[in-house]
């Protein structure tokens, strides 16, 4: 016979009720891991498509056709007080549709996706959740800075102030660093202009001579203005000269726009 026995609390009709057990449901869900300590400065990656497209391993294949005559954001990256981007990998739960049905179209303008089969959402995901949230930006205040940094961008264009310097994307055209650096920062309304980096990818056809692959100004972690890269070396360094690659699938008007008279700046 089993000896165990259980304490009796009342009894109606002849059913015994047993001392109730009583389970507390928290109704709240736990907060949000804190975010990282937050950044000193913000690293503005344009990418030169062009350069991005010849590069890409198969099975993937750019959209066509592939913009010739503008850079397009790869991200909005912050960095160390020494210049060195600050990455990690953090899990967030976001409401996405909230966060970007108001601001996609603005954003879709400088920073659509290149790749086939590749959505714009996908990338502004990653970006955010292996970059920004990584310099303590709340996603809000991440792509509202991506904004507020392409408007200080005349045009918001960043070929706009190469092209008015003569410097175009041509098979057989060259340049210089500081040539290129030096139309770079006609972004910059003051002077001393500040920093910027160049970074390159190789070219097949000539060691020599690099591709423009991405340009990156810096700014502050709010996105209100642009400041000083620190002094580091870049990916363009080793190279003599530098070319802007073509789209492979346009290369129409090049010599118009060698002939063309550049206007002056405004800045």
């Known amino acids: 016979m089993n000896n165990a026995s259980c304490v009796k609390v009342g009894?109606?009709?002849?059913?015994?009720?047993?001392?109730?057990?009583?389970?507390?449901?928290?109704?709240?869900?736990?907060?949000?891991?804190p975010l990282p300590p937050r950044a000193p400065l913000m690293w503005y990656v344009l990418t030169w498509p062009p350069t991005y497209c010849l590069?890409?391993?198969?099975?993937?294949?750019?959209?066509?056709?592939?913009?010739?005559?503008?850079?397009?954001l790869h991200g909005l990256w912050p960095a160390d007080k020494d210049g060195k981007t600050i990455t990690c990998d953090i899990s967030v739960d976001l409401d996405w549709v909230k966060l970007f049905k108001p601001i996609e179209g603005e954003l879709e303008k400088?920073?659509?996706?290149?790749?086939?089969g590749v959505r714009t959402w996908g990338i502004w995901?990653?970006?955010y959740r292996n970059h920004g949230i990584c310099g303590g930006l709340e996603a809000e205040e991440y792509f509202n800075a991506a904004i507020s940094i392409n408007n200080m961008i005349k045009n918001g264009n960043l070929f706009y102030y190469l092209k008015t310097s003569g410097i175009i994307a041509c098979e057989s055209l060259t340049f210089t660093r500081y040539e290129i650096?030096?139309?770079?920062?006609?972004?910059?309304?003051t002077t001393p202009r500040p920093r910027v980096y160049l970074r390159c990818l190789p070219n097949s056809k000539d060691p020599n001579v690099g591709h423009l692959s991405e340009v990156v100004l810096c700014t502050d972690l709010d996105g209100n203005g642009f400041i000083s890269c620190p002094d580091i070396s870049t990916t363009c360094d080793p190279y003599n000269k530098i070319m802007l690659p073509q789209s492979t699938t346009t290369s129409q008007g090049i010599?118009?726009?060698i002939d063309e008279t550049h206007p002056e700046f405004e800045v």
């Not at 590069?55 to 397009?72: A, H, M, Q, V």
């Not at 400088?110 to 086939?116: A, D, I, K, S, V």
């Not at 650096?181 to 309304?189: E, L, N, R």
């Open 125 to 127: 995901k990653h970006e």
């Open 181 to 189: 650096i030096d139309a770079v920062q006609k972004v910059f309304p």
């Open 55 to 72: 590069n890409l391993k198969s099975p993937d294949k750019c959209i066509e056709p592939i913009p010739d005559r503008k850079f397009t």
């Open 11 to 33: 009894s109606i009709r002849g059913f015994d009720f047993l001392d109730p057990v009583v389970v507390k449901v928290d109704s709240q869900a736990p907060p949000p891991p």
């Open 255 to 257: 010599q118009e726009e």
């Open 110 to 116: 400088f920073w659509p996706t290149l790749l086939e």
